[in-house]
């Protein structure tokens, strides 16, 4: 992507100037988009994101700076002005000697978009707005959107590393807007992969569709929930967008070297109950979170973050991993060249337990069955969290009752854990973005159903 | 390639390949953000962002396409994309502006200070370490400056189209954000406050640093109180945040693809009767302003709600000719995507109470400083449900700082409920002047 002579220079560059770590990450990513609302494909779109990012590391601090120029001249101008506005002291160092790494695809892409042609995208759109508008009179309105991506990264440091990969996302997004008289409601699915068009191919169209309108049609007939505290049934899937915003983002080093997280010096100790294990794996083939290596060149892994209740690891990257003392775990990761990396989340799941889904409901005399999740929000320092329910249903007298709209849930994600007292076996995993430092990346949350004994819903 | 040439080339290729209709947008953007810890460096992120934006229009048919790398092959290839993409689409009522209308010289906006030009690395660095000092002085229960970062940036945005459309607007901005955790007896709190500006002012770093500091301190010991019905004031930073969630209902492709709840509603009264809300793109100084909209369609004032009735929707050329109108002037357009309905300025008269004099209206209330997310918010029912953190209010003064707790209501409600307006919008750089407000009708759950 980059002709070795100019990464030499730059990388030269940069250890000359004092820095103790230098590195080159250039990208090239090709998208397309197309979107269908209103019965009509009223958007398609691709094109192309190019840059170069330098990054050199004094001790602590970190300068990062990108272009969308690949001219020697501009990156080597680049490093030079980081470099000199940070006045060292230190002595030049010299790089290492380059180490080519051939990465083995771990994440195969069968069919590649570039064979599919975009009349086959449109007859797919199109097929999947019919079957969401069939589910039901109550739907209104369908939106469905494909978008594909392939990153090619690479990297180089000072080090000697010299690495590239190719990346190849694919992911539908499908909205329904039902309406029974009370206003409408949404629901929407968005399930991606990290893959080739095979992903679309395989997909379970009428599934997709009944789910999504199913999920619309049964909120337009809800009523709102009276809100207080109360025990509740998280269903699978994406409920585990709570762990990963609660506790999966206090779990970074970018949170933890800073003390500003719940969990700062707390590895070994018990932070759930012992039914509880919890695990970030960046090796799941295909999955949308997944990665052959992550955006410092380092291979993904597992990382145990709770083992049967006892907090094992952090996320680290490598200004993390040095700042916290813990080892880098393949997580440093950043949306494009125009971000310096992070520690971040790859697929995150709570691991399946012992109980059932009616063990579970039958435990609760009132409460609330939040089926799917919505979006939400944490603050890492506090761990105090807010997340929508999408779809939620009332449970009384251990038995699921009437669907429920206007809930949310809010609490802090250190106190909610130790009250996960049942874990389902149904694991299922989710696709989505996840916002933060570093910018949007893939990420998968997931986990079984499980039960809180108590959490604060807010309604009406 | 200079920015110009590339608009140049791919008009140019519209012109070879006889595409009569063709816009093009390009952005370019550079910044310089600091972020400090413990009292030195700990970030320095420099960049700059540069993207090319084109739209084919065939028959109806947009096409869209875009690249970050400019150079002939790549427009080239961008440009035969759009063409190619514009072939898949259901016809629109999309028609290019024919003429390129006559605008003043953007600059009269005072969008761009070119004093801002000449600040640099050291003055930024200074400015977020006096920040991080300023927060730890403010209150010897910060644990913690989670974020003390300063930042400068500008940008240019071109506008350029077949039918002679040439329009560039340049802006710049300075700006600061600071995070704390504070401790005490075992609980925890963030504050956190923030700067934009126009103007280069060094004495705002010990201000905002002491108000972050100050706005969690201020919450150190929050709970819960009892649910059930309260009015509320919302302050001129959430006011605005909120309301902000549910402005996408007054965009006219909104109401026409039903996901709006105005649909059909105009000239009813949908707000209080003294409820006026405009957009305006003319303002000096503020961040949405232009006398262009993305498509070329000249902008101008224009009131959403008048008096309490609701008077019009926001238009971009597609959804305007859907119902046989003019646009409005709100296409917006990043270079990456297509056309979207974008407000510019939208501006609610102030009313006549400060802050504490609104809280001092009813008897009890809740003055919410902090919202929690957006998520419980469904822009299209309108429905509100989200976290809040604030203030117990009693005959004006607080008597408890309040967390763990929900409000639950609904925008088209809320519009009707509005009993009273502050005197002031929040200072920094926005395209929302909304003042705080004193809302009835809420239900608090904690």
């Known amino acids: 992507m980059l002709p070795e002579a100019t990464v030499h220079d730059i990388l030269t560059l940069g250890k000359s100037r004092g820095a103790d770590f230098v590195e080159v990450y250039a990208e090239e990513s090709h998208a397309a988009t197309l979107e269908l609302t209103d019965r009509k494909i009223d958007t398609v779109n691709s094109g192309v994101s190019f840059g170069v990012g330098v990054r050199l590391i004094f001790g602590d601090e970190a300068y990062y700076s990108y272009s969308s120029d690949p001219e020697r001249d501009t990156l080597l101008a680049l490093t030079d002005n980081m470099a000199a506005s940070r006045a060292t002291g230190a002595a030049p160092g010299t790089i290492s000697p380059f180490r080519v790494e051939t990465l083995q695809n771990r994440h195969p892409v069968r069919e590649f978009p570039g064979g599919v042609s975009k009349e086959e995208r449109v007859i797919l759109l199109r097929r999947l707005d019919e079957l969401t508008r069939n589910q039901g009179e109550g739907v209104r309105q369908v939106s469905g959107r494909l978008s594909e991506k392939e990153r090619k990264i690479f990297i180089a440091n000072s080090e000697g590393l010299w690495v590239e990969d190719s990346r190849q996302y694919a992911r539908v997004a499908l909205a329904a807007i039902a309406e029974k008289g009370d206003g409408p409601q949404v629901a929407s699915e968005s399930p991606g992969a990290l893959g080739g068009y095979e992903f679309f191919r395989e997909l379970d169209l009428d599934r997709l569709a009944e789910d999504t309108a199913a999920s619309a049609l049964r909120m337009a007939d809800a009523g709102y929930i009276q809100g207080g505290v109360m025990p509740v049934v998280l269903g699978s899937g994406f409920g585990g967008v709570i762990f990963h915003e609660a506790c999966g983002h206090p779990l970074e080093t970018e949170s933890v070297r800073k003390k500003a997280s719940p969990f700062a010096g707390k590895l070994g100790q018990p932070v759930a109950q012992s039914i509880l ?11 949308w979170g997944s990665l052959n290596i992550d955006d410092e060149g380092m291979p993904a892994m597992r990382t145990v973050l709770i ?51 009616e063990d579970m409901i039958a435990s609760i005399d009132s409460g609330l069955y939040a089926r799917k999740m919505g979006g939400g929000s944490v603050d890492p320092a506090t761990g105090e969290f807010n997340f929508a329910v ?24 250190f106190e909610v854990l130790p009250l996960i007292s049942m874990i389902g076996s149904d694991l299922h995993l989710s696709a989505g973005m996840c916002g933060s430092v570093s910018g949007l990346v893939p990420t998968t949350v997931g986990q079984p159903s499980l039960k809180i004994d108590r959490i604060l819903v807010g309604g009406r | 390639m200079d920015p110009l040439q590339a608009i140049e080339q791919a008009l140019s290729l519209a012109r070879e390949h006889r595409e009569r209709h063709v816009d093009v947008v390009l952005s370019r953007s550079e910044s310089l953000g600091i972020r400090v810890c413990e009292g030195k460096v700990e970030r320095v992120e420099q960049s700059t962002d540069l993207g090319l934006g084109l739209r084919v229009v065939q028959e109806g048919r947009t096409g869209l396409s875009f690249t970050e790398r400019l150079t002939a092959d790549t427009i080239e290839k961008a440009f035969l994309e759009a063409r190619a993409n514009a072939a898949l689409l259901d016809p629109t009522e999309v028609v290019m502006n024919e003429t390129a209308p006559g605008v003043p010289d953007p600059e009269v906006l005072e969008l761009y200070n070119p004093a801002l030009e000449s600040l640099t690395a050291e003055d930024l660095t200074r400015f977020a370490l006096e920040m991080e000092a300023e927060a730890r002085r403010a209150d010897h229960r910060v644990s913690t400056v989670t974020h003390s970062v300063a930042r400068t940036g500008r940008n240019t945005y071109i506008t350029a189209s077949t039918h002679g459309v040439r329009y560039t607007q340049r802006s710049n901005s300075v700006g600061a954000g600071c995070g704390v955790l504070l401790e005490s007896h075992g609980n925890r709190k963030s504050g956190s406050y923030g700067w934009s500006a126009r103007v280069w002012d060094p004495a705002q770093a010990a201000l905002v640093g002491r108000e972050a500091a100050q706005r969690g301190g201020k919450l150190l010991g ?28 007054f965009h006219a492709e909104a109401v026409q693809k039903g996901r709006s709840r105005l649909k059909g509603r105009l000239g009813e009264l949908i707000a209080s009767e003294d409820f006026t ?94 919202l929690e997310g957006g998520s419980g918010c469904n822009p299209i029912s309108g429905d509100i449900s989200i976290g809040v953190q604030g203030f117990l209010m009693e005959n004006g003064r607080s008597v408890q700082p309040v967390d763990s707790v ?20 929040q200072p920094h750089l926005s395209s929302r002047f909304i003042p705080a407000l004193l809302v009835d009708g809420f239900t608090i759950s904690g």
């Open chain 1, 390 to 413: 999408q779809e939620g249903y009332a449970i009384r007298k251990g038995k699921i009752a009437e669907p429920v709209r206007g809930a949310t849930l809010i609490g802090k994600g």
């Open chain 1, 277 to 287: 294990t919890a695990i970030d794996d960046g090796t799941l083939v295909n999955h």
């Open chain 1, 307 to 357: 083992e049967n209740g006892i907090l094992k690891n952090y996320l680290s990257d490598r200004i993390g991993a040095a700042q916290v003392g813990v080892p880098r775990t393949g997580s440093g990761r950043r949306e494009s060249y125009k971000y310096a990396p992070a520690s971040r989340m790859r697929n995150t799941y709570i691991a399946p337990g012992p109980h059932t889904m």
């Open chain 2, 222 to 249: 929050a709970k819960p109180i009892p649910g059930g019905k309260l009015p509320i004031v919302l302050d001129e930073f959430t006011a605005p945040a909120l309301l902000s969630m549910y402005l996408g209902n």
């Open chain 2, 277 to 370: 809300l405009t957009d305006d793109p003319h303002r000096v100084g503020a961040p949405g302003s232009r006398f262009l909209d993305a498509e070329g369609t000249p902008t101008r004032a224009l009131n959403l709600i008048e008096n309490g009735a609701l008077t019009s929707f926001l238009y971009h050329i597609e959804s305007a000719r859907k119902e046989n109108r003019a646009s409005t002037g709100h296409a917006g357009r990043g270079y990456g995507g297509g056309i979207g309905t974008h407000s510019h300025n939208l501006v609610l008269p102030t009313g006549n109470h400060d802050l504490e004099a609104l809280c001092a209206l009813p008897e009890r209330c809740l003055l919410v400083t902090e």
């Open chain 2, 406 to 425: 929900t409000i639950a209501g609904n925008f088209y409600a809320l519009l009707k409920s509005i009993r009273a307006r502050g005197d002031r919008y």
